[in-house]
């Protein structure tokens, strides 16, 4: 929100401070400053003169004019000019020699198109005053001659540039911000919707509200004569191009001075154009409409519509209708305005991506008694500036809503902040913001009053806060502050404008505790385990698409397809709460790859979210007024999905990088396998390795990760299949193991081995198996044979050839073993190899080559 100085002060007695100061008020009082800038403060010697001759120069390929203009000098100034749009006669703003424009571009005497030009005559956004350039900016006739151009037209200004929150939407107005800067600098306020209206002497416009639940007040008023030519005055076009808005026509432009004035969003309705009764309803399936940007919309039964006979004519809030539009023939008007449902208004505008300066402001809750106001000042200014007849009488369709009521201890506010406030302190912060208080505990509020949006306000949370023994008071919010619904809103009132700087600073106390759980402490190993093998971590969004089931090949009946929906998803292309890490990571390569990073390894650690079997589709949503009943908890996790953490690895190009010391070898499954590894033995575990089938992954290159007979995960090489749906590097390879499984089985608290003084003694033996062997069972089988004197024992070679025969291979183990009392023998290590091959031979058929 933008907020011109000048057209602050205008309803605001603001001392003689600065812009800076103003906006440190205002940030204080808690609304967030952007930027501030200045208009015309560099402006000077911008006189007003009248033309008195105009000599067109020839012999140029465009239209020249040598002018003499009077400036109130002993001698009229020649200038030379290429408008063409004024006539000898009109008053203008010159520029004289040493004069300076916005900008800092300064103006001398020179001479050009064979003539000396002693100055410049200027157009509008010369002078900063908008983007018109089609011409001179012509004053009106009698403008005093020699007039200070800047004094005269108020180019000098200061711009207060505001973020407003969705809790303030109060704020998107002229009139909020000077009520917030009267409040801050504690002097009068002067309310612009203070006016007197007309008697009511019977309907305009007829007009009903047939959805109360989409809108409570509807206003109509009507024009007749109106001049379609008439010109926005320069006062107004300056005001909205300050604040940021294009000034379009006048009838327009009304309407958006008024927006930004009071808050409330108008729109004109070309009366010629409008059939029959004006009803504001839901949209019917299949109906559609041409808003005035051009695009025809297909309407949802959810949107807010106004309508004629002849059907939708305008996006309620949002955008008006092509058909009904104000044109440059247009001389009867109507005009409209409304309070209409906050959440309405915003779910329509994000469903057709679609936000307005008026979207905004219904979104965040206009002032419910503006509509009135509004429509008789707009209909007055039409009038005045545009020569219409303003006609008698207003259609005022209204649905009952009563006001809201909260009852809340006086000292409330103070036990929130930490600091006593008197109870004349908190009626009167209140009463500043414009809340109506009465002594006491009205009973029907402590039953729970009802707001105008249908919530229940005070209520059970005011019986609780009753009890404290304060004094009660019964608090009746302004319609302009429809954000006010229960006692915390107005202790956050209270503080804000007594200072937030006012508060001490206390530092809360640390509660006792015994450091990281093992669960945590796992995490945090596996993610420098991960880190330390050359992964970089990243954090992606839970969120998922169906498709991405679809990319990852996974069966129909696939328990990874049964996924969470979200009822609000931030994006309508991610709806679905994850069920694998995969989608996310795999998307986060892609992005990578795309940007030129060929060489990737990456990892995360999250939980993913797998629904119950029987669980209620959707949880309770409980009041915040009391704690919940373990009945109410209980349903409430009865409806939550399974969250097991997970760790997940992709990897793509090379793992070792290759350089100057030579060739670099490529990420395989080997790798994803390793990864596993890592995170097992921060657990404390081993995992034995099976061959198996599941989606995502290539069939034949597909490990299962288990401990004991626990599956805790898969790792290898996707699917090409899945690679080619997601664009990934070739012979991509991913692992997911759940951390969740591997905390249940975790060894208790690790006791420190004792490490034995006595020499290691070394075997080496290999072995022929069938190649169809599973290596982690001919491991499994040596050591069981070896006994406990074997330390480690290593796989450092895989040989498949002639020498050992068609569909064998040939695999090559280190055995380190050591005893803790003494030095082993060559028998005993020998003896304990021998039992070791014994044993492979009788599980898996082993054979010692050789």
């Known amino acids: 929100m933008r907020v011109p100085l000048s057209w602050l002060r205008e309803y605001v007695d603001l001392p003689a401070v600065t812009a800076h100061e103003v906006a440190d008020k205002l940030t204080a009082a808690g609304l967030k400053l952007e930027s501030i800038s200045s208009h015309g403060h560099d402006v000077k010697n911008v006189v007003v003169g009248e033309v008195l001759e105009i000599e067109e120069l020839t012999g140029f390929k465009k239209p020249i004019r040598h002018c003499k203009v009077e400036v109130g000098e002993a001698t009229p100034r020649e200038i030379v000019c290429g408008a063409t749009n004024f006539a000898a006669g009109d008053r203008v703003p010159v520029v004289l020699p040493g004069g300076v424009l916005p900008g800092g571009f300064e103006v001398g005497a020179r001479k050009t198109y064979g003539r000396m030009s002693e100055g410049m005559i200027c157009s509008e956004r010369e002078l900063g005053l908008g983007d018109d350039h089609n011409g001179i900016m012509v004053l009106p006739a009698g403008t005093p001659i020699g007039t200070d151009v800047v004094e005269l037209l108020g180019l000098r200004d200061d711009v207060i540039e505001l973020e407003i929150t969705p809790d303030i939407g109060y704020a998107l107005s002229i009139r909020g911000v000077a009520r917030e800067a009267a409040t801050a600098f504690g002097v009068d306020f002067r309310d612009p919707a203070d006016v007197e209206l007309p008697a009511e002497t019977g309907p305009s416009w007829p007009a009903s509200i047939a959805d109360p639940t989409a809108c409570d007040r509807f206003v109509l008023r009507e024009v007749r004569g109106f001049d379609p030519a008439a010109e926005s005055p320069l006062w107004m076009r300056v005001r909205l191009t300050r604040a940021g808005m294009r000034p379009v026509s006048l009838a327009v432009d009304i309407t958006n001075y008024l927006m930004l004035e009071l808050g409330q969003p108008l729109?004109?309705?070309?009366?010629?154009?409008?059939?029959?009764?004006?009803?504001?309803?839901?949209?019917?399936?299949?109906?559609?409409?041409?808003?005035?940007?051009?695009?025809?919309?297909?309407?949802?039964?959810?949107?807010?519509?106004?309508?004629?006979?002849?059907?939708?004519?305008?996006?309620?809030?949002?955008?008006?209708?092509?058909?009904?539009?104000?044109?440059?023939?247009?001389?009867?008007?109507?005009?409209?305005?409304?309070?209409?449902?906050?959440?309405?208004?915003?779910?329509?505008?994000?469903?057709?991506?679609?936000?307005?300066?008026?979207?905004k402001r219904f979104e965040r809750g206009v002032d419910r008694e503006l509509p009135l106001v509004a429509s008789w000042r707009a209909v007055q200014l039409l009038a005045e500036l545009g020569g219409a007849t303003v006609q008698p009488g207003v259609t005022h369709a209204e649905v009952e809503v009563s006001p809201a009521r909260i009852a809340i201890p006086a000292g409330h506010p103070?036990?929130?902040?930490?600091?006593?406030?008197?109870?004349?302190?908190?009626?009167?912060?209140?009463?500043?913001?414009?809340?109506?208080?009465?002594?006491?505990?009205?009973?029907?509020?402590?039953?729970?009053?009802?707001?105008?949006?249908?919530?229940?306000?005070?209520?059970?949370?005011?019986?609780?806060?009753?009890?404290?023994?304060?004094?009660?008071?019964?608090?009746?919010?302004?319609?302009?502050?429809?954000?006010?619904?229960d006692p915390n809103d107005l202790a956050e009132e209270v503080i804000r404008l007594e200072g937030y700087e006012s508060l001490p600073s206390v530092l809360p106390s640390a509660p006792a505790g015994a450091g990281l759980t093992e669960a945590q402490r796992l995490r945090r190993r596996v993610g420098r385990a991960l880190a330390e093998g050359g992964h970089v971590e990243v954090l992606s969004y839970p969120f998922i698409s169906a498709d991405d089931f679809d990319r990852l090949q996974l069966p129909a009946d696939d328990a990874r397809r049964h996924a969470m929906r979200l009822a609000n998803p931030l994006s309508e292309d991610e709806p679905l709460m994850r069920t694998t890490l995969l989608p996310g990571l795999l998307k986060t390569l892609v992005r990578n790859v795309g940007r030129g990073f060929t060489d990737v390894a990456l990892f995360e650690t999250g939980p993913v979210y797998r629904p119950r079997e029987g669980a209620p589709g959707v949880a309770p949503v409980l009041g915040v007024e009391r704690r919940p009943t373990a009945e109410e908890l209980a349903s409430i996790e009865a409806a939550l999905p399974d969250q097991p953490l997970r760790v997940a690895v992709v990897l793509a190009g090379e793992f070792e990088r290759s350089g100057w010391w030579g060739g670099g070898r490529a990420a395989s499954w080997a790798d994803a396998v390793q990864a596993a590894r890592l995170v097992a033995a921060e657990a404390g575990v081993e995992l034995s390795i099976s061959a198996d089938q599941h989606e995502p992954w290539h069939p034949g290159r597909c490990a299962a990760l288990y401990v004991g007979d626990t599956l805790v995960g898969h790792a290898g090489e996707l699917h090409p299949r899945a690679i080619e749906a997601y664009g990934l590097p070739a012979r991509t390879s991913a692992m997911e193991l759940e951390l969740s499984r591997l905390e249940a089985v975790m060894p208790g608290p690790v006791e420190t081995p004792a490490v034995s003084a006595y020499?290691?003694?070394?075997?080496?033996?290999?072995?022929?198996?069938?190649?169809?062997?599973?290596?982690?069972?001919?491991?499994?089988?040596?050591?069981?044979?070896?006994?406990?004197?074997?330390?480690?024992?290593?796989?450092?070679?895989?040989?498949?050839?002639?020498?050992?025969?068609?569909?064998?291979?040939?695999?090559?183990?280190?055995?380190?073993?050591?005893?803790?009392?003494r030095t082993l023998t060559v028998e005993e290590t020998t003896?304990?190899?021998?039992?070791?091959?014994?044993?492979?031979?009788?599980?898996?058929?082993?054979?010692?080559?050789?």
């Open 831 to 850: 003896a304990a190899r021998d039992a070791a091959v014994a044993m492979a031979a009788d599980r898996v058929g082993a054979q010692l080559r050789g």
């Open 759 to 821: 020499p290691v003694a070394t075997q080496d033996v290999a072995l022929i198996v069938p190649d169809f062997t599973p290596v982690a069972d001919v491991e499994v089988a040596l050591r069981d044979g070896a006994g406990e004197l074997l330390e480690s024992i290593r796989l450092f070679d895989v040989y498949a050839g002639e020498q050992v025969g068609e569909g064998n291979k040939s695999l090559a183990y280190s055995m380190r073993f050591r005893a803790a009392d």
């Open 414 to 485: 103070g036990r929130v902040a930490g600091v006593a406030y008197s109870k004349d302190t908190v009626v009167a912060r209140l009463e500043q913001v414009g809340c109506v208080v009465t002594d006491g505990d009205d009973p029907a509020v402590r039953k729970g009053g009802v707001a105008p949006t249908g919530v229940v306000t005070g209520g059970a949370l005011a019986a609780r806060l009753a009890v404290t023994g304060d004094d009660m008071i019964t608090v009746t919010p302004p319609s302009w502050r429809p954000d006010l619904t």
């Open 267 to 359: 729109h004109a309705f070309d009366r010629a154009k409008l059939t029959g009764e004006i009803v504001v309803r839901r949209a019917a399936a299949g109906e559609r409409l041409e808003t005035l940007d051009h695009v025809v919309r297909e309407l949802d039964p959810d949107d807010i519509l106004i309508t004629d006979q002849s059907g939708p004519i305008s996006m309620a809030g949002t955008m008006g209708g092509l058909e009904t539009e104000i044109s440059d023939g247009s001389t009867d008007i109507v005009i409209e305005a409304a309070h209409f449902s906050a959440t309405g208004i915003s779910r329509e505008s994000r469903r057709h991506g679609l936000v307005s300066e008026a979207s």
